[in-house]
């Protein structure tokens, strides 16, 4: 497995997905029209960035009468956190390269 899983990330990097996580994480749960009433896009563009989130796993759908409920899944929301953390200490580990680096130039330079 990669570092970063492309297709994840490409439907996390969406703050309008990111916003919709963020709703279902703090209601436990939503449907395509709930969320449109809260957000600044139609009930149609919803259910087009959740059928994004599901089918990278981020959401799990159940039928709810003429809806559909949609809830985080909560083992890829931390895949994906564990990811993230990842790249992190990778880009940490880097600057503290780059560091020494330029710490090591500057002593050479004063000499």
């Known amino acids: ?3 970063i899983d ?6 996390i990097g969406d703050p309008t997905r990111r916003r919709m996580l963020d709703l ?10 709930t969320l449109s009433e809260q957000l600044p896009v139609t009930r149609q563009a919803v259910a087009k960035h959740l059928g ?10 159940t039928p709810a009468g003429r809806e559909r409920l949609y ?3 909560a083992a890829q929301l931390a895949r994906a956190v564990a990811q993230l953390n990842a790249v992190g ?10 560091k020494r680096i330029a710490e090591a130039i500057e002593h050479n330079n004063r000499k």
């Not at 279902?24 to 029209?33: K, M, P």
């Not at 994004?52 to 759908?61: A, P, Q």
């Not at 200490?89 to 780059?98: F, G, N, T």
């Open 24 to 33: 279902l994480l703090a209601n436990g749960e939503g449907t395509a029209t």
């Open 52 to 61: 994004t989130l599901d089918r990278v796993g981020l959401v799990h759908v």
């Open 89 to 98: 200490s990778s880009w940490d580990a880097r600057l503290q390269r780059i």
């Open 71 to 73: 809830r985080v899944d």
């Open 1 to 3: 497995m990669s570092l």
């Open 6 to 11: 492309d297709d994840l990330w490409t439907a």
